[in-house]
Every structure is written in structure tokens, then in C-alpha cells.
């Protein structure tokens, strides 16, 4: 399991386990997909930037 550490520390400590990030080649969105039913979960439209300590696909 993934912890955020210290406060104001602006890093993850340790990968998230079993969970994959894919880019999406129309919109160039990073998208999370859930282990055990291989679905979609969220997608980061904050920036174009993948997600921290999320494994890609690839």
C-alpha cells in the first residue's frame, strides 16, 4: 500500500499495488484501471501529467 508520507513532503512513498495507468490516445488523458475487474476508474484531468506511483500499461 502506497502512503503519502509527511506532510508537505509532494511525494508518494511506495508504488500503488495492483493498478494500472493507460494513456488515452484521443483525449491524452492518464486513466487508472481497477485490478480486479480490469474497468476503467478515473481519469486525471487536472494536468497531462500521469499519475504518481501508478504502474503504465503498456
Known amino acids: 500500500m502506497a502512503t503519502n508520507g ?5 511525494r508518494r512513498h511506495g508504488a500503488v499495488k ?7 490516445p484521443k483525449t491524452g488523458i492518464w486513466v487508472k484501471r ?8 478515473d ?3 487536472s494536468s497531462k501529467t ?3 506511483g501508478v504502474r503504465k500499461e503498456k
Not at 509527511?6 to 509532494?10: A, F, I, M, P, T
Not at 495492483?18 to 488515452?24: A, D, I, L, P, T
Not at 481497477?34 to 476508474?41: D, Q
Request: aromatic content about 8%; glycine content about 12%.
Open 43 to 45: 481519469g486525471k484531468t
Open 34 to 41: 481497477n485490478p480486479e475487474t480490469g474497468r476503467f476508474m
Open 18 to 24: 495492483n493498478r494500472s495507468q493507460v494513456k488515452n
Open 50 to 52: 500521469p499519475f504518481k
Open 6 to 10: 509527511k506532510s508537505g513532503d509532494n
